[in-house]
């Protein structure tokens, strides 16, 4: 292991940065408990000479704990329940996995 991966490996462990959610398969009857960061950011989209304001909602998850996400999935954080959409998006180092969600 190198020592980014042992950096990420104490970030995902860190309860003020990631949170613990249930992933659940759409394909088969799969899932788990993965930790993951959850993050928020408003996205600007341009139609013409408009803009358009919109919530996302993102996560991070390690590869190690979720080695295939597929569109579809299920994410389960507390009492809410995400969908993956698009295809997910390996880091430059292929630890971290980027989900785009939206709610289910």
Do not use: K, Y
């Not at 996302?56 to 299920?74: A, H, K, Y």
């Amino acid at each position: 292991m190198n020592v980014f991966a042992a950096a990420m490996d104490r970030i995902f462990a860190n309860p003020s940065m990631a949170v613990v959610a249930l992933w659940m398969s759409a394909v088969t009857s799969d899932e788990r408990t993965i930790r993951v960061i959850r993050r928020a950011p408003d996205r600007i989209t341009e139609f013409g000479a408009a803009q358009f304001l919109s919530d996302t909602m993102v996560l991070d998850v390690r590869v190690s704990d979720l080695p295939d996400p597929r569109p579809g999935d299920l994410i389960v954080i507390g009492t809410d329940s995400f969908t993956i959409q698009g295809e997910p998006v390996r880091d430059s180092d292929r630890l971290i996995w980027t989900l785009d969600l939206r709610p289910s």
